[in-house]
């Protein structure tokens, strides 16, 4: 049996917590999920990412393009799951969320509770977009500081044909992904 990472240990806390959450881990992702053999959810996450709406100056990056020490819980599965980063220069995390909550991404809507106002210590927020309400896949956009601007990290979970999510006890429901 393979051992746990601590990012698959905070998927499984963030489930048993009854809520998707974004859960904080020092390690790195993982790499991406391998292929589910689901070809129309990978075609939806793809068209997720692609459709990825971000501000003005935005280019694109890899992986250690900032900090993101925190991660999404998507609690159903299967999934097919894509990331993508970004940085914009000469921007504050504040005024990229707000850009990405004014300029939806394809036809997906936010989850986030915005505006945000300026704040010189905000050095991160999550912005998510799922396809309708009460959703559990879409895409969830995490705003870090750089010292250059921000790192933007972008989530992409289609759900496959097969995908099931947990059943909370006494009607409780799952929040929405970027909730944390």
Known sequence: ?????????????????????????????????????????RA?????????ALPPGAVPAD????????????PCTPIEELEGFWTIPDTTVAAAANWLLAHPTADLVTTAI?????DPLLDNLAVGYIPADGAQEGVVYTIVRTPDGVAVRAE??????AAEC???????????????
Do not use: H, N
């Open 1 to 41: 049996m393979p051992s746990r990472s601590p990012r698959a240990l905070v998927v499984i806390l963030c489930a048993a917590a009854l809520t998707a959450c974004s859960g904080a881990s020092p390690d790195p992702p993982e790499t991406p999920s391998p292929a589910t053999g689901d070809p129309a959810a």
């Open 63 to 74: 992986d250690g393009a900032g900090e993101f020490f925190s991660f999404t819980g998507w």
């Open 156 to 161: 992409v979970v289609a759900l496959t044909e």
């Open 114 to 118: 915005g505006p945000y106002a300026e």
């Open 166 to 180: 947990p059943e909370l006890p006494d009607g409780g429901t799952l929040g929405p992904p970027g909730q944390g």
């Open 44 to 52: 939806q996450a793809e068209a997720w990412l692609e459709a990825a």
